[in-house]
């Protein structure tokens, strides 16, 4: 969050959608009351280091990581917050003092803190458990406002794809080796992501509309949906019709992995190195795009979602609940979760990250994906994406950065795919080799990451620039790293 932004929100004082906490030495004993308001009603920020006189008193400096730890761990567990919910507080200094904003969204579930349910309004928060009127009325909110929470008592464990259960458990252990789903039946599992509900106004249960969408047979999901689809078109020399289609009508776990296959199939990798990994730009930026075009969209209306391969641009559409219109600025603006159950899911089988971090994310990397560019992002019934592209698709790229790639061209990649990076690798070059002299151009291509050719060329820079020298002959010899003067 700018500080611009912070100021803000100060200055407009207290209501139902901001909360003060002085905080000044630790967290305060009712912030999860106000967690757990904004969760259940409209969502909202609560500020911690501002009074309830709008005065900025800040966060003791030693103190801001203990409240932030705090912050993450209790919303992760049970006995704090349940469901627990992921959130991302982040400090702000105005004034040579530190605030910690924590943006909370509005849930598409009815959330307890120390077993006690709290609603929001202009007053604060308040303690709803013991009236089963205003209880009621909230998760009949919750159900009506969230398609995803639709309750299907028909739809049984057998319109579900087994193997997709074995697929979401390994995806689950690569990002947490001891993940609960683990040692969970296909049943618990699908509790346990809540895709199991009752309906408040019927009083039947059964699976939702989520857990159709992540785990459902074809033919389930056309049974539910008739007119689910997404439509990933290229359409580069005939721009009449297509030059290539995948017309997608499955899960949208592999919907995920076709579109990504699609995306691939069309649009050249380019590779950086970020944290002395190498990464694949195409993929971590596609990443992002297509999650959120599956995760965001509204799935109740009949407008196919679209992934569209043009010249210059990639474009994505699909419908959705607005909470504003016009263009989002990503330096400011509030991420709002249009089904927040799927994006859970997502999240725990890492091909989301936290809420919000899709726009920000995707600035960066298009940055290092087609430099100079910048994403729009258009808020609407119809949410869109443009994502400029250098002209070109796969079959005509110039680059060539794949490890399979010609040995002609592996130099000209790495130059112009790390241009941004450049300094951090041969950083890492230089350590490791203070470190071990002896190690081979294939070592230092297993530790960092590049091929070995990119390695050669680091090399050679370092050498013409007087900052490594090869002392012996190549089988047998060492570097030694010339310190600057």
């Known amino acids: 969050m700018t500080e611009t932004r912070l100021r803000d929100l100060i200055t407009q004082g207290e209501g139902t959608q901001v909360e003060f906490k002085a905080a000044s030495i630790g967290l305060n004993k009712d912030a999860f009351d106000s967690i ?69 969204p509005e849930s598409s579930q009815v959330h307890t803190t120390r077993g006690k349910i709290f609603d929001r309004n202009q007053d604060g928060d308040f303690n709803i458990t013991k009236n089963s009127d205003l209880v009621a009325q909230l998760y009949l909110s919750k159900q009506n406002s969230y398609s995803e929470n639709q309750v299907f008592p028909f739809v049984q464990i057998s319109d579900f794809k087994p193997s997709l259960f074995d697929k979401v458990r390994n995806l689950a252990r690569s990002q947490q080796p001891t993940h609960p789903w683990l040692e ?33 047979t074809d033919i389930c999901i056309q049974s539910v949906l008739p007119h689910y689809k997404t439509d990933a078109i290229l359409r580069i020399a005939n721009l009449d019709r297509y030059d290539d289609r995948d017309d997608v009508r499955t899960n949208i776990i592999e919907s995920y992995e076709r579109l990504m296959a699609f995306i691939a199939k069309h649009l050249p990798e380019k590779f950086t190195i970020i944290n002395g990994q190498r990464v694949n730009v195409r993929d971590h930026l596609f990443r992002e795009i297509i999650g959120n075009l599956l995760v965001h969209r509204e799935y ?38 249009k089904n927040p159950i799927i994006a859970k899911f997502f999240k725990e089988i890492g091909w989301v990250d936290e809420l919000g971090s899709g726009v920000r994310n995707t600035c960066r990397l298009l940055k290092l994906y087609t430099p100079g560019a910048v994403p729009t992002f258009t808020e609407g019934d119809v949410f869109k994406i443009v994502i400029p592209v250098e002209d070109g ?50 070592k230092l291509s297993e530790h960092i990451g590049l091929t070995r050719r990119g390695i050669e060329y680091h090399i050679a820079k370092l050498r013409k620039s007087g900052r490594l020298k090869r002392i012996g002959p190549n089988k047998g010899g060492y570097w030694q790293v010339v310190d600057e003067q």
């Open 36 to 104: 757990c308001g904004f969760l259940n009603r409209s969502g909202g920020y609560l500020i911690l280091g501002v009074n309830d006189d709008k005065m900025i008193t800040g966060v003791q400096e030693s103190q801001v990581q203990n409240i932030l730890d705090n912050i993450i761990t209790s919303a992760n567990n049970p006995e704090r917050l349940n469901p627990p919910y992921y959130l991302s507080p982040e400090v702000v200094e105005i004034k040579g003092k530190k605030l910690i904003v924590v943006y909370v």
């Open 300 to 337: 109740t209306n009949p407008f196919p979602a679209k992934l569209i391969i043009e010249k210059n641009q990639v474009r994505t559409e699909n419908w959705n609940k607005p909470h504003g219109s016009g263009a989002i600025d990503p330096a400011n603006f509030s991420p709002y979760p």
């Open 184 to 216: 969970m039946d296909n049943e618990e599992l699908l509790r346990s992501a809540g895709l199991f509900k009752r309906d408040m106004k019927t009083g039947k249960e059964g699976y939702t509309l989520a857990a159709v969408l992540l785990f459902g």
């Open 393 to 442: 698709t796969i079959e005509d790229a110039s680059i060539i950065s794949s490890e399979e790639g010609s040995e002609e061209g592996s130099e000209e990649t790495v130059e112009e795919t790390v241009e941004e990076t450049v300094e951090e690798t041969v950083e890492e070059i230089i350590r490791l080799l203070k470190n071990k002299p002896n190690l081979t151009v294939k």
